[in-house]
């Protein structure tokens, strides 16, 4: 499937578990995101990266972590999952020049028991 | 306060127009978005406006920006009931590749 996917698209498990989610862009774009979407938080940013390889913390990184070794793929891991991580997860991508417009995926709706 | 403000809903009938205002505070802004989501998908982009814009128009949406206030507005023309949604206000800093989004406004449409 062309354009960005996750998966799974829904997910529950229990504290303390391990748990990762994936995130698949096809159009080669360098920048990709992890954001979680809370009601009355809005979007927040976890992790970003700006190619493979290189990867950087957002807002509220702590709990995560993300790997890149290909463009085209970037997952995040919940090392130890706790009740306050569930949330819906979206990945994104973008690819300068340009106005740096972001194309999401469908998100991962997570559940922590 | 946040860098990016928006009023968290908005109710209009079907057929009337529905402006959704945003107000951001760094002026350096270059880029300014609308961002739609509908429920249970992910944010899907409407329309962006350069900062040295006044007004951009697509179709049924019109977009104004007024750089001195720093307040960006999203007008729907005959809105619909497949317009009811949540609009995210987005802006990115000069330079930078990463967006802050506002906390989203829902429109709800009713006939």
Not at chain 1, 14 to 27: A, D, N, P, Y
């Amino acid at each position: 499937d062309a354009g960005i996917t996750q998966s799974p698209r829904y997910k529950i498990t229990e504290t303390g578990r391990q748990v990762t989610l994936m995130c698949h862009q096809t159009w080669s774009h360098s920048y990709m995101f992890w954001y979680r979407q809370d009601l009355g938080h809005g979007l927040r940013l976890i992790y970003y990266s700006a190619a493979a390889d290189i990867t950087d913390k957002g807002e509220v990184p702590d709990g995560y972590v993300v790997s890149r070794s290909k463009t085209e793929n970037f997952p995040l891991t919940l090392e130890s999952a706790t009740r306050s991580q569930t949330s819906v997860y979206f990945c994104a991508s973008s690819e300068p020049p340009g106005a740096y417009e972001q194309y999401f995926g469908p998100g991962t709706r997570l559940t922590v028991t | 306060g946040e860098d990016v403000e928006q009023s968290l809903f908005l109710s209009v009938r079907e057929g009337d127009s529905s402006v959704i205002n945003c107000t951001y505070t760094d002026s350096s802004s270059t880029y300014l978005y609308w961002y739609k989501q509908e429920p249970g998908a992910g944010l899907q982009l409407l329309t962006y406006i350069f900062s040295n814009m006044d007004m951009k128009q697509d179709q049924r949406l019109t977009v104004l920006l007024n750089k001195k206030d720093k307040h960006l507005s999203l007008r729907i023309a005959d809105t619909q009931t497949g317009d009811s949604a949540i609009y995210f206000c987005a802006e990115s800093k000069r330079g930078s590749y990463i967006p802050t989004f506002g906390r989203g406004t829902s429109l709800i449409v009713h006939p």
